[in-house]
C-alpha cells in the first residue's frame, strides 16, 4: 500500500527512504490558482541535510514540472523558463504538453524530465505550499496520479475530469524517470 508523508516530518523523524522515492511539492500562490509542481524521483542517497532553503538530497535525480496558469495571468506570452522567480519552470512552449480548460486557464505539463546531477534542494514549504515524500511501494504511481488529481481539483479548481486528465499526462512523464534504470 502507497505511504506518503510530509517531507519535513521525514526529515525530522529520519524516516526518509534512503533507496529512494518521490517528492511531490507544490508552490501555490495565495489569493490565485496559479500553481507550480515538482515532482522529483531519487534513489541511493549518500546524504540529507537541512539548510535555510530546504533540503538538500546529496545523490542523483529526476524531476518534472506542472503549472497551472489561470486566464487572467497578463504575461501568458512569456516562455516559462523565462518568467520572474516563483512563476517560472525550466522549460519552452514546445517542451510542454499544454491543456486548456473549460475556464481557459492552461496546465503546462513538462514532456521529458530533467536530470538532476550529484545533488538538489528541496525548497522549504510556506503558506498554503507543501511537499510530501512518496515511498517507493507497487502502487506507488497510482497514489501519485490519485494526490495529483486531487490537489488540481482542490487547489486549482480544475473539474474532475480535466484534474484526472492532467495528471495522468504528467504521469506518462514521471514513467519515463531514468533514475530507476528502466
Known amino acids: 500500500m502507497a505511504k506518503a508523508l510530509s517531507l519535513i516530518k521525514a526529515y525530522q523523524t529520519e524516516t526518509i527512504p534512503a533507496n529512494g522515492g518521490f517528492i511531490i511539492s507544490a508552490f501555490l500562490e495565495p489569493g490565485s490558482?496559479?500553481?507550480?509542481?515538482?515532482?522529483?524521483?531519487?534513489?541511493?542517497?549518500?546524504?540529507?541535510?537541512q539548510v535555510p532553503e530546504g533540503i538538500v538530497f546529496k545523490t542523483d535525480g529526476n524531476r518534472i514540472h506542472m503549472m497551472v496558469e489561470?486566464?487572467?495571468?497578463?504575461?501568458?506570452?512569456?516562455?516559462?523558463?523565462?518568467?520572474?522567480?516563483?512563476k517560472k519552470i525550466p522549460y519552452r512552449f514546445d517542451e510542454l504538453e499544454i491543456v486548456k480548460t473549460k475556464h481557459l486557464d492552461r496546465v503546462m505539463?513538462?514532456?521529458?524530465?530533467?536530470?538532476?546531477?550529484?545533488?538538489?534542494?528541496?525548497?522549504?514549504?510556506?503558506?498554503?505550499?507543501?511537499?510530501?515524500?512518496?515511498?517507493?511501494?507497487?502502487?506507488?504511481?497510482?497514489?501519485?496520479?490519485?494526490f495529483l488529481a486531487d490537489s488540481l481539483y482542490n487547489d486549482c479548481n480544475l473539474s474532475k475530469s480535466e484534474a484526472m486528465n492532467c495528471s495522468k499526462l504528467a504521469l506518462e512523464t514521471i514513467k519515463k524517470f531514468t533514475i530507476w534504470g528502466n
Not at 489561470?70 to 516563483?86: C, L, M, T, W
Not at 528541496?122 to 510530501?132: A, H, Q, R, V, Y
Open 33 to 49: 490558482i496559479y500553481a507550480i509542481y515538482e515532482i522529483t524521483a531519487y534513489r541511493n542517497v549518500k546524504d540529507i541535510y
Open 109 to 146: 505539463i513538462a514532456k521529458e524530465p530533467k536530470m538532476l546531477y550529484s545533488s538538489f534542494t528541496i525548497l522549504k514549504s510556506s503558506g498554503d505550499s507543501f511537499s510530501f515524500i512518496f515511498f517507493p511501494t507497487k502502487d506507488v504511481y497510482m497514489a501519485i496520479k490519485k
Open 70 to 86: 489561470p486566464s487572467s495571468f497578463a504575461k501568458k506570452y512569456i516562455e516559462p523558463v523565462n518568467r520572474e522567480d516563483g
